[in-house]
Every structure is written in structure tokens, then in C-alpha cells.
């Protein structure tokens, strides 16, 4: 878990407590399976979820990297993350970050000629 203090005292004490709590039942693998599932359904069968970590925010979640896959190299970047409740398993997605996702995706994938030596499928030919 990572925490940024903003601003710190000069001197003297600094003490922090962060007490937070959660009753997970959603594991790393079952979210990283519902952004896996979702993400091909959804926005592109060239995507996959990686591994999670552990976010406070709101909520605590799981955050999800969505990994650009393109054959035959295989995984080629992290497009975006999605964030899964610990709890409820609530995939936390607007269509803004859909859109976000899939430009990334694009670019990505522009950046990463396929092995034939032509540009990687772009989002119009079904990425």
C-alpha cells in the first residue's frame, strides 16, 4: 500500500494512524477474473487484467491493471486499471475510463507493429 503526505512539519513530532477495515471476499484472483471478463466483453478480446494490489480510496478495492495483449508478442502494456471492492466485488467503471482505456489501447497498439512488419489492429478494425 502506498500513502503521500502532502505536507510534513518542518519539525518536531509527526505521528499518523490509519486504522481501515474490510471484509474481503473477493480475492486477487477472482477480480482479476471479473476485469479479465469484463474488459474482453466490453471493450476488446485483445484485453486482460493483470495483477492486483491493494487500494484505499473510498472504499478498499482491489486496483486491476488492464494489460494490451497482441499477438504474437503477447502482453505489450497497461492501458488503464479498474478497481474491484473487496467486499461486494463492484467493478468501480465509468464510460469515461472505458474511453480512457481504449485510448491508451490504441495508442499502444499503434506503437507495436505486429510481427508481419504491419500496424497493430487499431480500435475501428475491432481492438
Request: with cysteine; hydrophobic share 40%.
Amino acid at each position: 500500500m502506498d500513502a503521500t503526505v502532502e505536507r510534513l512539519p518542518r519539525a518536531g513530532r509527526l505521528q499518523i494512524e490509519i486504522n481501515v477495515q474490510a471484509d474481503v471476499n473477493y480475492s486477487t484472483y477472482a477480480a482479476r477474473r471479473k476485469v479479465s471478463r469484463f474488459v474482453a466483453d466490453e471493450i476488446s478480446y485483445l484485453m486482460r487484467g493483470g495483477e492486483p494490489t491493494l487500494a484505499i480510496t473510498e472504499r478498499i478495492c482491489w486496483r486491476v491493471p488492464v494489460l494490451l495483449t497482441l499477438p504474437p508478442q503477447g502482453p505489450v502494456g497497461t492501458v488503464g486499471t479498474i478497481d474491484v471492492d473487496v467486499e461486494t466485488g463492484q467493478l468501480y467503471i465509468t464510460p469515461e475510463l472505458i474511453a480512457e482505456i481504449t485510448q491508451h489501447a490504441e495508442y499502444l497498439a499503434a506503437c507495436h507493429p505486429s510481427a508481419s512488419g504491419s500496424s497493430a489492429p487499431q480500435a475501428d478494425q475491432g481492438l
